[in-house]
């Protein structure tokens, strides 16, 4: 029974669905308030991204003749299930996080994968030229990204010799955090860039140019289908950073400050805000390459930096 | 097989409604089509039905970004038609309106190409510092942006001694951060990448399609009407004509954020060397038969009015050649091999403004559907 | 590159009247026949680029005017024609540029240019009434 309550509370409210909307679109609003500094304006409160997702919340549902299928309606809101199932796998308070599982990293792995292709899905779907050429991109970039993102967690994983989450938690808590480890170093910098492709961020913003194809595969979408998908894109964000804060920055960590236990969680939404706002730095001073040259670059480039680090793993002992 | 992407009537990278259509086999463009007229307004047949005062006012309004060159293209013309001479204060202050235009369109232009590619912080900068010389052009003339400062005979307002620190001030402060932009534009990986080899318009498809301003001299055709046909101030001012020898993107972005540089030179020099004297002459309100042309380089190239008179105090004919119409031929060597990434970009860097092009005379305010007007005769003298 | 003097001296045979404003300023009044001659002469000469082509409605005729930048003189070339049957023939062959300002030509006045490669409309919509010309005298306000 309290086992079922638990579950039940882990996935609504911490570290699930409600814990991770507030603090996915307080983010959000944060990276739009240092965009706008950086752009010299002053831009929205920080809590603008609230107040959007509310307002679209409440609009009139309108679903495109074109777009009359279950696929359309289904997509965002199994974008935003598949990230909050990867908030219950994170260690976001401890090493230990709110659901267990054996090889975590490989579900993990999948699921964050789920959103991309719900988008390419409603894209498809949505009848529009440019929902079909977003979707397609997308297509093209997620083969861009993906394999550098798996090939910098398995360097991770070979130097730990675990598939487990915590257990890598676990391991930087004694021997310092994986990125301080000179042969991961590249593959630190391999996945946060491919992050930045994950994430759909200048210079990586290509299959939902706003100036090229409008909205890419979003064009359709309005009012709360809409929403949702900015709530599964805002989740999806800070995933990321927390998956890469656990994978190589050491994860959640409890300090003693004087006499005052600092839980877990703060070290968390520390080394998250600082990984968002890396990618929020990196979004602001570039332009937004074409596909080809993403693509061209992620498997130049990038791999490159993956691959030596995955090497060096292997080969230095 | 192709399939058909439809830029427009209404599109994020369009800031007039105008509709393209491009076929496109994957992401290669095989073919280009455009139709015009969404914001048709019968200027030109309105113009002949207004007297000749009335009419500075609807020619200001064709354009609202470049409103001061129409103006000054339309009292030139006419005070051609009645042969009076414009007293040489206001020829300066002329001057010093139309590069204070020049440098703001451009960088409304810069603001707009680096939002194209993606460059949003770009963007915003440029407009951040185009505010200067709307400020300017507010302390002058009023008016931050439709100046109304031209008149028949001369100019409305006068640039007042103690303006002068203030324009130079400000000019410094320009040419400070054109010199940055003009070095990040240069240097910055992302911008070479979206930019360098794209839209490319060969010197010879320039000639022969007509196209003109900075269009035309970023593949090295070497034309302005500021040298070509000295008007206004300029053949009393020193300045070079901006070329670029490549045609793609990049030459054309190298040749407007140069020619802010030269256009605060000039203005450094109209502001220095302003003469004293009346501001403007007297006119009759009726004009004699005659015809006469006014030419005007405008931030986006040549503009043309021709004029003829029949002795009342209302044109005969005023012909309006804006330099966007002139430039919609370049725009097919541009696109065809291209891909469809590139159209935003590509599309903007002829800097279209297409409520100009659609001047042309309707009589009523009919607008709605128009006929695609095919490009494929156009392919033929494609190189 | 060329004067107006200049230009005056290579057009002189085939046009009628020629009146020289100042060194940058031309005009002259040509017929049908000598029209295409005189620009392929202005041609030979390096004139490349013709700014625009206007049409004026006279009340008894209507006039086409070329205008060829022949750098620093422009030249306007024009080309008297009876209102009941206006015809020329194109030029799209010399110069390229030619090809909208005709089409403009076409619907705005009802003139019509022999031999366009694309003689449809260009700015009027679909269903505006044909042998309705906006620039002409006699259509209504």
């Known amino acids: 029974m309290m086992e079922v309550v638990n579950f039940i509370l882990g996935s609504l409210v911490f570290p699930g669905l409600l814990f991770a909307s507030l603090i996915g679109l307080l983010y959000i609003g944060i990276d739009r308030k240092v965009t706008a500094h950086m752009q010299h304006r002053i831009g929205p409160p920080i809590w603008q991204e609230f107040l959007d ?20 309606t289904a997509a965002p809101l199994v974008a935003l299930g598949a990230v909050v199932t990867v908030m219950l796998l994170l260690p976001i308070n401890s090493a230990q996080p709110a659901l267990t599982l054996v090889a975590d990293l490989i579900v993990i792995i999948y699921l964050l994968n789920i959103p991309a292709i719900c988008m390419m899905l409603g894209g498809y779907s949505s009848g529009s030229p440019f929902g079909a050429a977003g979707a397609g991109r997308y297509v093209v970039q997620l083969f861009s990204y993906e394999f550098i993102f798996i090939l910098a967690i398995i360097a991770a994983v070979v130097r730990v010799g675990s598939l487990g989450l915590p257990t890598i938690v676990g391991y930087q808590a004694q021997q310092g955090w994986l990125v301080l480890d000179w042969r991961l170093l590249p593959a630190v910098i391999a996945a946060l860039i491919a992050a930045q492709g994950k994430l759909l961020r200048v210079p990586f913003d290509i299959p939902e140019a706003h100036t090229e194809i409008v909205a890419g595969p979003l064009t359709e979408y309005s009012g709360p289908r809409l929403a949702i998908w900015r709530l599964a894109y805002d989740v999806e964000t800070i995933v990321v950073a927390g998956f890469l804060a656990a994978l190589f920055f050491g994860g959640p960590t409890a300090y003693l400050i004087g006499n005052i236990q600092i839980p877990g969680v703060v070290d968390f939404l520390i080394k998250t805000l600082a990984i968002v706002l890396l990618t929020t730095t990196l979004r602001n001073i570039m332009a937004r390459l074409r596909i080809d040259q993403a693509l061209k670059f992620f498997w130049t480039y990038v791999a490159l930096l993956a691959i030596i680090s995955l090497v060096l793993v292997l080969v230095v002992p | 097989m192709t399939f058909v992407v439809p830029i427009g009537p209404q599109h994020p990278a369009l800031k007039e409604p105008e509709y393209f259509r491009f076929e496109v086999k994957g992401e290669e463009i095989v073919d280009f089509d455009v139709r015009l007229g969404y914001v048709h307004r019968g200027i030109e047949r309105a113009l002949q039905e207004r007297s000749y ?4 006012y609807l020619s200001e309004r064709i354009c609202g970004i470049c409103n001061v060159a129409h103006t000054t293209a339309y009292c030139q013309t006419i005070e051609q038609l009645a042969g009076i001479e414009v007293p040489d204060r206001a020829r300066f202050i002329r001057t010093i309106l139309c590069e204070l235009e020049r440098i703001h369109s451009h960088m409304l232009w810069a603001g707009i190409a680096a939002h194209e590619i993606g460059f949003d912080t770009l963007f915003m900068l440029f407009w951040r510092d185009r505010e200067l010389v709307l400020d300017l052009k507010e302390m002058i003339s009023g008016n931050r942006q439709t100046s109304a400062s031209n008149t028949l005979g001369g100019v409305r307002r006068d640039v007042k001694p103690e303006y002068v620190p203030k324009i130079l001030r400000t000019l410094e402060k320009l040419e400070k951060a054109t010199e940055q932009y003009i070095n990040i534009c240069t240097s910055d990986r992302t911008i070479l990448a979206r930019c360098a080899g794209i839209g490319v318009l060969p010197k010879d498809d320039a000639k022969k399609l007509c196209a003109v301003g900075p269009t035309t001299r970023a593949s090295g055709v070497d034309i302005d009407i500021r040298r070509d046909d000295p008007y206004d101030a300029y053949g009393q001012i020193s300045f070079d004509v901006i070329t670029e020898p490549d045609g793609d993107v990049l030459a054309k972005v190298i040749v407007r954020l140069r020619e802010i540089l030269e256009s605060i030179h000039i203005t450094r020099q109209a502001v220095k060397a302003l003469p004293k004297g009346p501001l403007r002459a007297k006119i009759t309100p009726k004009i004699e038969p005659n015809e006469a042309i006014g030419r005007v380089e405008a931030p986006r190239g040549e503009l043309l009015y021709y004029a003829i008179s029949n002795g009342t105090d209302k044109p005969e004919r005023v012909r309006v050649r804006t330099p966007t119409y002139a430039n919609i031929p370049s725009f097919k060597p541009m696109f065809v091999g291209g891909t469809v990434a590139e159209i935003p970009i590509v599309l903007a860097s002829i800097d279209p403004c297409f409520a ?28 | 590159m060329m004067k107006a003097n200049e230009v005056a001296e290579v057009i002189k045979e085939y046009v009628d009247e020629i009146k020289i404003e100042n060194v940058r300023r031309v005009f002259a009044t040509t017929d049908e026949e000598r029209c295409r001659a005189a620009m ?8 490349q680029h013709l700014s625009t082509i206007s049409g004026v409605d006279r009340g008894d005729a209507i006039t086409v005017v070329y205008h060829l930048d022949c750098r620093p003189a422009l030249l306007s070339l024009k080309l008297n024609l009876p209102k009941s049957t206006p015809k020329v023939q194109t030029i799209t062959d010399i110069f390229p540029g030619a090809i909208l300002y005709e089409r403009d030509l076409m619907e705005m006045l009802g003139v019509k240019v022999e031999g366009h490669p694309d003689p449809r409309r260009l700015f009027l919509a679909d269903d505006w009434p044909a042998g309705v010309y906006p620039l002409r005298k006699e259509a209504k306000k």
């Open chain 2, 356 to 383: 100009c092009t659609d001047r042309v005379a309707l009589v009523d305010s009919h607008t709605g559907k128009t006929r695609v007007l095919s490009f494929k005769e156009l392919r033929r003298w494609k190189g």
């Open chain 1, 53 to 72: 997702v509310g307002k679209l919340l409440s609009k009139e549902d309108i679903t495109p003749a074109a777009a009359q299928s279950p696929v359309f």
């Open chain 3, 40 to 47: 392929l002469a202005l041609k030979q000469r390096d004139v």
């Open chain 2, 53 to 56: 005062l009335h009419n500075i």
